[in-house]
């Protein structure tokens, strides 16, 4: 059976892969995973349908571009469609940008999933078991253990994450875009 290639990101740059492919473990309500990059916008899609309204987004850019710290920002109460929406406007370029960490939520529960840097991601959900059958279904393997990028990298193999820009935009613009649809930053904790 042939091994189905990892594909890298946009903004993701590693010379060689090795033996990553996507997967992810379970353990109780908590999912854990690396997905190639043509399986981010679709998990995050079967993550939305699985999840009670009212629904967030929330999008993590690097303060001052320095990729150390980061500023949060948040767009609460969403129903389903306008997540979807998101994901349809804005999925790729998300999905694709190598310094920015997306996810969405619940606000009515503690669900959320969170994907970040190195094309990994984490999930808490109530209905692990729906979500897992979506991972596999897209192609991602349930496994115990499992290699990450983070994995592969060494001085002679290292690891690169670049912002990427789409149509114009970056993941930079998108708090500014979403600012009338009530996308606003987190406060910082002192």
């Given at each position: 059976?042939?091994?189905?290639?990892?594909?890298?990101?946009?903004?993701?740059?590693?010379?060689?892969?090795?033996?990553?492919?996507?997967?992810?473990s379970c353990c109780g309500e908590n999912i854990?995973?690396?997905?190639?990059?043509?399986?981010?916008?679709?998990?995050?899609?079967?993550?939305?349908?699985?999840?009670?309204?009212?629904?967030?987004?929330?999008?993590?850019?690097?303060?001052?571009?320095?990729?150390?710290?980061?500023?949060?920002?948040?767009?609460?109460?969403?129903?389903?469609?306008?997540?979807?929406?998101?994901?349809?406007?804005?999925?790729?370029?998300?999905?694709?940008?190598?310094?920015?960490?997306?996810?969405?939520?619940?606000?009515?529960?503690?669900?959320?999933?969170?994907?970040?840097?190195?094309?990994?991601?984490?999930?808490?959900?109530?209905?692990?078991?729906?979500?897992?059958?979506?991972?596999?279904?897209l192609g991602a393997v349930k496994k115990e253990?499992?290699?990450?990028?983070?994995?592969?990298?060494?001085?002679?193999?290292?690891?690169?994450?670049?912002?990427?820009?789409?149509?114009?935009?970056?993941?930079?613009?998108?708090?500014?875009?979403?600012?009338?649809?009530?996308?606003?930053?987190?406060?910082?904790?002192?």
């Amino acid at each position: 059976m042939d091994k189905k290639k990892f594909v890298l990101c946009q903004g993701v740059s590693l010379a060689d892969t090795g033996a990553v492919a996507s997967a992810f473990s379970c353990c109780g309500e908590n999912i854990e995973g690396v997905l190639s990059a043509e399986l981010i916008i679709p998990a995050a899609k079967a993550f939305i349908s699985t999840v009670k309204e009212p629904v967030f987004f929330f999008l993590e850019v690097p303060k001052d571009n320095d990729n150390e710290s980061y500023e949060t920002y948040y767009l609460d109460n969403c129903t389903k469609k306008v997540a979807q929406a998101i994901i349809e406007c804005y999925g790729e370029l998300l999905a694709g940008d190598g310094v920015s960490r997306f996810g969405f939520g619940s606000n009515s529960t503690d669900e959320e999933i969170y994907f970040r840097d190195y094309q990994e991601f984490s999930a808490y959900i109530k209905s692990p078991k729906i979500f897992a059958d979506s991972l596999e279904k897209l192609g991602a393997v349930k496994k115990e253990s499992f290699m990450t990028l983070w994995d592969m990298m060494s001085d002679e193999n290292p690891g690169c994450l670049t912002a990427v820009e789409l149509d114009g935009e970056t993941a930079f613009d998108i708090p500014e875009a979403l600012k009338g649809a009530g996308m606003y930053k987190a406060e910082e904790e002192k």
